[in-house]
């Protein structure tokens, strides 16, 4: 626990951590050093083919929140100080948390590694670029709409009718000048004009199903089911009728391996994957979930948003897919969320960012909230 005494900042407290090499926390964890694929001395990859596995699998403790606040209502910070304190109470623990989005990241919420000294390290690697995964579904997602729009340019055998494309482009940050706009102006060979838009990295389905894969042959089969769009008599058209799974596999074939790095108590932590939970499942990768399964005997992760969205997904769809429903949850409550759903005007959460609300006091009825949140 953070002493009343010590008023230093996460950031502060995370940057005086001494971490230990990544190469000894997989040895703690039984992930043999073969199986690591080095991103620098604290951050690794892992090919769970060469993890070998346990006749048993570890039980699995769910954390989420009652509805939250913009501010967020403290998941991760829970969910890692529950890992450490079962770590050091002696269970084989390994914790497993989403990726952050850089767009909450910048924004109000902030990160997504913890706070205080139940944090995940190096907290400033992992909340900015970290080792790519968000990069490669960004690219595989915008191949996907490149290759769509070529097929309409060079033809169109597929009869697809561009006024009713369903699939957007994303990038990785929140820019709303993009949202919605116009493509393929310029003339004949800068492609056909059509409405288009940009959404967050975390919200492209192809995150969704990056992180309901159970492998790379599973992944290849999720995404050639995505639906891309309509032909002009209504009939669907998928990844697979153009024919293109094969290469954005191979754009997501690093980004599948989970990543390896610690807590500041130093307990392994896995952070791999990142889908919203108001537009998706908000939960972790299934292949980081089974992979800590293997090598564990407790595996505390989150659900993300509140629990009406999170947790449920979490059950409704991530525990049916992979089989991984939670041995316990636990249910982040705080005083500042009763207040915030309760009417109280924003002038009164005691929180630090309360500032930024005095400009405009707000209320649960009849407000609006920022969708960035509580990713």
């Known amino acids: 626990m953070r002493s009343a005494a010590d008023m230093s900042s996460d ?11 990544v190469t000894d926390v997989a040895r703690a964890a039984g992930i043999p050093e073969e199986a690591l694929e080095l ?47 079962l770590a050091k109470a002696g269970a084989s623990t390994v914790v497993a948390l989403r990726e952050p989005s850089l767009g909450p990241v910048l924004g109000l919420k902030g990160g997504a590694t913890g706070g205080g000294y139940s944090q995940v390290v190096p907290m400033e690697d992992i909340n900015l670029h970290f080792t790519g995964d968000f990069h490669a579904i960004t690219t595989a997602n915008n191949a996907l709409t490149a290759l769509l729009d070529n097929h309409i340019h060079q033809g169109n055998e597929l009869g697809i009718d561009p006024r009713r494309i369903i699939f957007r482009r994303v990038m ?20 056909t004009p059509r409405q288009d838009g940009f959404d967050i990295t975390v919200a492209s389905e192809i995150m969704a199903v990056f992180c309901l894969a159970r492998d790379l042959d599973d992944l290849k089969e999720r995404l050639a089911r995505i639906t891309v769009g309509y032909t002009y008599d209504r009939h669907p058209v998928t990844v697979r009728d153009l024919g293109v799974e094969g290469a954005l596999t191979l754009l997501l074939k690093d980004a599948v391996k989970p990543n390896l790095v610690q807590t500041l108590a130093g307990t392994p932590a896995l952070i791999h994957g990142g889908p919203f939970a108001n537009i998706a499942h908000g939960c972790n990768s299934v292949i980081a979930t089974e992979l800590a399964r293997t090598v564990a005997d407790v595996v505390v992760t989150e659900a993300g948003f509140g629990a009406d969205l999170g947790a449920e997904k979490y059950m409704d769809i991530t525990s049916r897919a992979a089989d991984v429903a939670p041995d316990a949850v636990v249910l982040v409550a705080t005083i500042r969320a009763l207040k915030m759903h ?34």
Do not use: F, H
Not at 55 to 78: F, H, I, N, Y
Not at 347 to 375: L, Q, V
């Open 11 to 21: 950031l502060e407290i995370s940057r005086r951590a001494v971490m230990r090499p």
């Open 39 to 85: 991103y620098g001395r604290y951050k690794a990859k892992i090919d769970p083919l060469l993890v070998p596995p346990r006749s048993t699998r570890g039980q699995v403790v769910l954390v989420t929140a009652m509805s939250p606040t913009p501010a967020g209502e403290g998941k991760s910070t829970v969910t890692v100080g529950l890992g450490d304190a």
């Open 172 to 191: 990785d940050m929140n820019d709303r000048s993009l949202r919605n706009i116009v493509i393929g102006l310029g003339g004949p060979a800068e492609g």
């Open 342 to 375: 309760g009417g109280v005007p924003g002038t009164s959460w005691t929180w630090p960012t309360r500032r930024r609300w005095r400009r405009e006091p707000r209320t649960c009825a009849g407000t609006s909230r920022t969708s960035a949140s509580s990713a």
